[in-house]
């Protein structure tokens, strides 16, 4: 069967999966502000754990909604309060080991960065990969944390965009377009791109990258 064109599986995948994980947290991450970066960089600490992302986005809101959006505050939270969050809202196996990870990492960043991520950039010289070894530094954010922090992060941080992670790419070239950032790119600008992305991301989990190539050839017909 012939593959639709890649504008149109694009435009398919958008349509079912057009949404970063950080749209769906409320995190406007064009913003830039610390507590929007480390709102960001605490998701993606839920997410890289071995769980669902529904779960995740539980999580990661019911700590928004506690008021907990800065390093600081976080920080001022005991063990016990952070396993009680966790625990009520889906992440019931991972609660006491993420707790800790979260006080540890929150320890650094105030230590360090005074609760900013900007000045971990500024540490690094705007450089992707030292942005990326700093980062790993960050407890409970291993490589694939990182990757979905620079995945969101690339709306506001120029020097990463256009980035592609692993899954990304996986799911590109399972629908049959070019996982080379930038050429998945174009001519989008960075918040465009992150959404498709994230698409693909969102594709691969939900493993219906046929039924996105049936959108995308119902399009071309119609």
Request: hydrophobic share 45%; proline share 3%; aromatic share 6%.
């Amino acid at each position: 069967m012939a593959k639709p064109p890649a504008d149109t599986v694009i435009d398919a995948l958008l349509e079912r999966h057009g949404q970063t994980y950080a749209e769906e947290l409320g995190i406007d991450v064009a913003k830039g502000t610390p507590s929007v970066l480390f709102r960001l960089l605490v998701a993606s600490i839920l997410f890289s754990a071995r769980i669902g992302a529904g779960q995740a986005v539980k999580a990661a809101r019911a700590l928004a909604d506690e008021g907990w959006t800065t390093a600081e505050k976080l920080a001022a939270t005991s063990w016990q309060q952070r396993v009680w969050v966790l625990n009520r809202h889906g992440y019931a196996r991972y609660d006491e080991r993420t707790a800790s990870m979260l006080g540890d990492a929150c320890e650094l960043l105030v230590d360090r960065y005074r609760g900013d991520l900007r000045r971990l950039r500024a540490e690094a010289g705007r450089d992707p990969k030292e942005e990326r070894r700093l980062l790993t530094e960050v407890k409970g954010l291993g490589e694939v944390g990182v990757d979905i922090f620079f995945r969101e992060a690339q709306v506001v941080w120029e020097e990463l965009f256009p980035f592609v992670d692993r899954r990304a790419a996986q799911a590109a070239r399972r629908l049959g377009l070019d996982a080379d950032p930038r050429a998945l790119a174009g001519d989008r600008n960075p918040e465009a791109f992150a959404r498709l992305v994230a698409a693909l991301v969102r594709a691969g989990l939900a493993n219906d990258h046929d039924a996105v190539l049936e959108a995308a050839r119902a399009r071309s017909s119609a």
